[in-house]
């Protein structure tokens, strides 16, 4: 069993930076990949990051690359996505989940826990 907790999120403006957090509890986190999703108003589910069990392999959404880093913390039980130069399409509720397996996968279906999400609204 696992619990995620997400935190961060919040109302920026166009431009500006946001660091959400992934609070994960239950033993073996630093097994399993990680990632970050975002739901937008209207629209399904889409990856954004996600990231090996020892940090050393990430990947990244063609619409994020050279703006959020996903990075993890083993000792602390948390996975982080740094937001930077952010857009009014970045609106979304944002969302960590733990992998099945050890590497960073695309697929909804590679993840079976999730966090209750947290809301970014990016203010044009």
């Known amino acids: 069993q696992a619990q995620l907790v997400e935190s961060g999120g919040g109302l920026v403006q166009a431009g500006g930076s946001k660091r959400l957090s992934c609070a994960v509890s239950?033993?073996?986190?630093?097994?399993?990949?990680m990632g970050w999703f975002r739901r937008a108003p209207g629209k399904e589910r889409e990856f954004v990051a996600a990231i090996s069990w020892a940090g050393g392999s990430t990947d990244y959404a063609d619409s994020v690359k050279g703006r959020f880093t996903i990075s993890r913390d083993n000792a602390k039980n948390t996975v982080y996505l740094q937001m930077n130069s952010l857009k009014p399409e970045d609106t979304a509720v944002y969302y960590c989940?733990?992998?099945?397996?050890?590497?960073?996968?695309?697929?909804?279906?590679?993840?079976?826990?999730w966090g209750q999400g947290t809301q970014v609204t990016v203010d044009s």
């Open positions: 989940a733990r992998a099945v397996s050890s590497s960073p996968s695309k697929q909804v279906s590679a993840y079976n826990y």
């Open positions: 239950g033993r073996s986190f630093n097994t399993y990949a």
